[in-house]
């Protein structure tokens, strides 16, 4: 089915399913991977190695995130001028992007790779700790130049209705990675360099197969002769900051919240937090794959004045992102030991008691979490990037500091508590923002042809 069938003339329930379960399900592999990326360092290589990991991963997330930046910004204008009918200033917004990205690699991965050694230290890491921090930082910020390109193949392979496809590329990615971070840590005995080569290499092969039929010109984008102007760059950095401040403010967080936990609980409390980390990195995928998949059809939609039909679009994944968030509150709460348990040795009855303690405050994050997550999402695929970066920032930011400063007194109960008040917070400013926008939500449709 071509994009604009898929996007145009789809029922939008069957439109839901079609774009946001193999979303879904290619971030749920993606999700699984990191999963099984701590549960092999933490088991492979012992808990130091894991503390070092969580450590370092909020600057790995920064290192990607420029290059996500340009990649989000871009597919939502992308979108929106495939759904104008200008086939040719779509093709040009994603030439330049692509270049842009490998340039944006080579420029953050440079200064991560020479600042790592500061910036582990600054966060309170020392000896061996420092060191395996420092190693698997480095690796990461010497592969970006040919790994980040990779997170907005995903995208530009849906905005060309290509969904399954952008599916298969995640489950392929987080396969191959896997295998190869298993033969490096238990066959090759590496260091936790080796994790981050497995995933770095991964990453590689999976864009280079993706890039094949955009070089083909098989596909409804194409590369040709980049025209760069400071409108269209001005567009991209506008649409892509959402998701770009989000990395970032969340990453600062993260840092933050590890030197308190470094002084509050040592390595067990930052092993703890790494373990609340990737439960998160297992449900939020599930609720951008859904949420994400649908940019492209709501934005064509936007573009071409079926506002109706947006709405439509967006209900869906509304009542979808409820239904997964509010069903991880239990499972969560219901299972904190066994979720432990494939990350760390459970023979230490305080460590245990402590990560289970942690994981049930936890999950209240959840009750409410759904709907600023979507009505971020929303506000983003109709180019209102301004209320999309206020939801991404609060949430990230600006919440979670104010409550370490007022949830200070309880200290390690503070930080776990922050994550469920953050989100009740971020909640209450989404529904502003939604009344806000309302005028513009519920505008009828535009009868007229689309502009040639």
């Known amino acids: 089915m071509n994009s604009q069938t898929l996007f145009l003339k789809t029922r939008p329930l069957k439109l839901f399913f079609l774009a946001s379960i193999p979303g879904a399900i290619g971030m749920l592999a993606s999700a699984l991977y990191q999963l099984i990326d701590g549960i092999f360092v ?45 086939n040719k200033e779509a093709n040009n917004i994603f030439t330049c992007a692509c270049l842009m990205i490998v340039l944006a690699g080579v420029v953050v991965g440079g200064i991560l790779f020479a600042l790592a050694p500061l910036f582990i230290s600054l966060m309170g890491a020392e000896g061996e ?19 980040t390109i990779v997170f907005a193949m995903d995208n530009y392979l849906r905005i060309c209705g290509k969904i399954r496809t952008s599916m298969f590329l995640n489950i392929f990615m ?33 864009a280079a197969i993706a890039l094949i039929p955009f070089f083909k010109g098989k596909m409804v984008l194409r590369f040709c002769r980049p025209r760069f102007s400071f409108k269209m760059i001005r567009q991209i950095i506008a649409c892509g900051s959402p998701n770009f401040l989000n ?36 449900i939020q995928p599930l609720l951008y794959g859904m949420c994400d998949s649908l940019q492209p059809a709501v934005g064509y939609n936007w573009g071409a004045g079926k506002y109706s039909r947006v709405r439509a679009i967006e209900k869906c994944c509304f009542i979808a992102s409820c239904i997964v968030s ?57 180019e209102k990037p301004f209320s999309a970066s206020a939801i991404s920032v ?13 949830l200070w007194p309880l200290g390690l109960t503070g930080l776990w508590l922050n994550f469920p008040l953050t989100s009740l917070l971020a909640a ?14 519920i505008q009828p449709d535009i009868e007229t042809e689309p502009v040639k």
């Open 394 to 406: 609060s949430t990230a930011l600006l919440f979670p500091v104010l409550l370490i400063i007022v």
């Open 174 to 206: 987080s396969v191959i990675s896997a295998v190869l971070e298993f033969v490096f840590l238990y066959f090759f005995k590496m260091s936790i360099g080796g994790a981050a080569l497995a995933t770095c290499s991964g990453m590689f092969i999976s």
């Open 129 to 147: 700790f420092s060191g395996l921090a420092v190693e698997y930082l480095r690796v990461y910020a010497l592969c970006s130049p040919v790994t």
């Open 42 to 86: 933490g088991q492979i290589l012992g808990s130091t190695a894991f503390a070092a990991l969580n450590l370092a991963m909020p600057l790995v997330i920064i290192n990607f995130s420029l290059a996500d930046l340009i990649g989000v910004g871009s597919s939502v204008s992308i979108s929106i001028a495939l759904g104008r009918q200008e």
């Open 428 to 441: 209450l400013l989404s529904v502003f923002v939604m009344l806000k926008a309302r005028k513009e939500l």
């Open 247 to 282: 990395n970032i403010a969340g990453r600062l967080t993260s840092i933050l919240m590890n030197v308190l936990l470094v002084r509050f609980g040592g390595e067990n409390a930052v092993s703890i937090y790494g373990i609340l980390m990737y439960v998160d990195g297992f």
């Open 326 to 382: 509010v069903a991880s509150v239990f499972v969560i709460y219901f299972l904190p030991e066994q979720i432990t348990g494939m990350f760390m040795d459970t023979s230490d009855s305080g460590f245990m008691g402590m990560a289970v303690y942690a994981l049930r405050l936890f999950s209240f994050t959840y009750i409410i979490r759904w709907f600023s997550f979507a009505s971020q999402s929303y506000m983003l695929a109709i």
